[in-house]
């Protein structure tokens, strides 16, 4: 993964925020409890943040080279499907089980964070 396809993913990560963020407030609204649209909500808020991360990854990685940051984007990716993934399927369809991968995205997350403050540092 090369920094300019980091970008790509982090613009439209945040385009599908922005979609499924509406699509949650107004087509769902009516029709998901409050507890399981505040999962939903969730979902998108984490991908939003996780988006500008991609965003950062990638304009980072035009300063300098780094394998980090190609796997911190590639985790931030990772981190985006498995964990808001989970929480969107988990919300619309009701399958509990399916909160147990969301954790999985979220060590995604940490990670992916955790290699972008490595990269900077080994720079």
């Given at each position: 993964m090369n920094n300019r396809n980091i970008l790509i993913s982090g613009a439209i990560f945040m385009a599908l925020a922005v979609l499924l963020g509406a699509f949650g407030a107004h087509a769902l609204k009516k029709v998901l409890s409050p507890e399981m649209l505040a999962i939903y909500k969730?979902?998108?808020?984490?991908?939003?943040?996780?988006?500008?991360?991609?965003?950062?990854?990638?304009?980072?990685?035009?300063?300098?080279?780094?394998?980090?940051?190609?796997?911190?984007?590639?985790l931030l990716i990772v981190g985006i499907v498995i964990f808001s993934g989970s929480l969107y399927a988990l919300s619309i369809s009701g399958i509990k089980i399916l909160g147990a991968i969301t954790p999985i995205g979220g060590l995604s997350f940490v990670a992916g964070w955790i290699f972008l403050a490595i990269a900077i540092f080994k720079r």
């Open positions: 969730t979902g998108v808020e984490y991908q939003f943040y996780h988006a500008l991360g991609l965003l950062i990854v990638g304009l980072v990685g035009f300063h300098f080279d780094s394998k980090w940051l190609r796997w911190s984007g590639i």
